[in-house]
């Protein structure tokens, strides 16, 4: 392993940091943002730095953390490079509970219904998919499960959305979809932390089990592994810290799929190494997809999700060209 790779993304996750704190159209100059942030300073400028820029970048961290660490976990388990976070369906419940919240008008009436409903989803899928793979089934039988519960999410999700009966509503949950970090608040954070603090202990238990598990499911049980554990850690951390992240950022794909692809090499390819390593690689990557979305057409309110599909899918295309490459 590459001892330099961990302090280096630590270095570029804090420069992106404090980027995205004075990125922004208010206009201020960098040394009158970071006054007000720190001895708050100018009222105004006091504002956006504390409640609306501070707030957006420590999402963007705790969200790359938590689509980092369960990417890279779920392809460590699964020993397939392809798995990611949405794979078990978790993330797309977690957004038909928040459609729910939105088109039943809760979320209007309830500041807080919408991150709230997400979660429930979340939890609604973790269940779902614990029942269905039942608890001796392998990975393949995970797979089965999660790919159920996704389509079944998706088909209610298109279900809700074709029966709406209020355009605007529609309007606001596509929206809300294509993935955003923009006006969010400390309560978003303090809503998503807990949950994605639990999803991340679970997961970084799961090292010393993933690196068995790449010797196959019967090598790992006979050097002790417990596999129905780690199963179960595996789902419960996942759903934690994913659905949080979907809770108060909408749809947010290919983080947990690019970012432990490209770290891999750089960690000897042990799954117990690149978990720490996709965190802070994930959270560097939203950092710096969020403040893109800021530079590109910032009177467009151009969407996180989106900017992310559309530098996630050609890496995601080179990726299969080259799996289909080493196969043959």
Avoid: C
Avoid at 46 to 60: F, Q
Avoid at 128 to 149: E, F, K, R, V
């Amino acid at each position: 392993m590459n001892r330099a790779v961990i302090p280096t993304l630590l270095a570029l996750m804090a420069v992106l940091f404090v980027v995205s704190l004075l990125t922004g159209p208010a206009g201020f100059g960098p040394g009158e943002s970071i006054r007000a942030l720190i001895s708050g300073q100018g009222d105004a400028v006091t504002l956006v730095m504390r409640e609306i820029r501070l707030p957006r970048a420590i999402l963007a961290v705790l969200v790359g953390v938590s689509l980092g660490i369960a990417g890279a976990a779920l392809q460590g388990y699964l020993r397939n490079p392809l798995a990611e976070p949405g794979l078990i369906g978790v993330s797309g419940s977690a957004a038909l509970g928040a459609v729910i919240a939105l088109q039943t008008g809760i979320a209007a009436s309830f500041a807080l219904a919408l991150p709230l409903a997400a979660l429930a989803g979340a939890l609604a899928a973790t269940l779902l998919i614990l029942l269905l793979a039942g608890p001796h089934g392998g990975s393949m039988t995970l797979i089965l499960a999660g790919i159920a519960i996704s389509t079944l999410a998706s088909a209610m999700l298109s279900l809700v959305l074709n029966l709406s009966p209020n355009p605007f509503a529609v309007s606001e949950t596509v929206f809300w979809m294509l993935g955003s970090l923009a006006d969010r608040s400390f309560t978003h954070v303090w809503i998503a932390l807990p949950f994605m603090a639990v999803g991340w202990g679970l997961l970084l238990s799961l090292g010393r089990s993933l690196d068995a598990l790449t010797l196959g499911e019967d090598a790992a049980a006979s050097l002790g592994i417990r596999l129905e554990r780690a199963r179960l850690s595996l789902v419960l951390g996942v759903a934690a810290a994913v659905g949080a992240a979907t809770a108060v950022a909408g749809a947010v794909g290919f983080v947990g799929l690019v970012v432990p692809h490209i770290l891999r090499p750089f960690v000897g390819a042990r799954p117990s190494r690149l978990l720490p390593a996709s965190a802070l690689g994930g959270a560097a990557l939203v950092l710096a997809a969020d403040i893109a979305t800021r530079l590109i057409l910032p009177e467009r309110d151009l969407k996180l999700g989106v900017l992310m599909a559309i530098v996630g899918a050609p890496l995601f295309l080179h990726l299969i060209y080259k799996t289909r490459a080493q196969s043959s």
